[in-house]
């Protein structure tokens, strides 16, 4: 009787913390944007008016394509100013990193830069020849 008891309080403690470590668990958590890219940005004056430029950095070993940035720009006052899009002009090779700017509205002081979406590129493979 007393190992069956032991067992039941054994399962109940794995039932009820197995949702917790689940949900705090570092592997797949959280969105590839976030995890696969790191980005070091900065506002500057460009010839038209303020711009942030920076780099995207892909941590993976696989090439991005296609990779859209999302630009929260903040004023002086500290206020959040209209959201703009952003494209990096050139794929990010893996392990590597790629140039991008973006103008921003006047008063701009700051911006939050992160990836909004992107694409893997295909991977070799294939092959041809024949006999």
Avoid: C, K
Wanted: no cysteine; glycine share 14%.
């Amino acid at each position: 009787m007393r190992n069956r008891v032991t067992l039941t309080a054994i399962a109940l403690t794995l039932v009820v913390a197995a949702p917790a470590v689940a949900q705090d668990s570092g592997f797949g958590a959280g969105r590839p944007e976030d995890r696969y890219f790191r980005i070091d940005s900065a506002v500057v004056s460009g010839r038209h008016g303020p711009q942030i430029e920076g780099y995207v950095y892909n941590v993976y070993d696989a090439a991005a394509i296609r990779v859209r940035l999302r630009v929260e720009p903040v004023d002086g006052a500290g206020q959040r100013l209209e959201p703009r899009t952003a494209y990096v002009p050139l794929d990010v090779p893996g392990r590597g990193r790629a140039f991008f700017t973006a103008p921003v509205p006047a008063g701009t002081v700051s911006a939050r830069v992160s990836v909004l979406n992107f694409e893997w590129a295909p991977r070799g493979g294939g092959g041809g020849g024949g006999m």
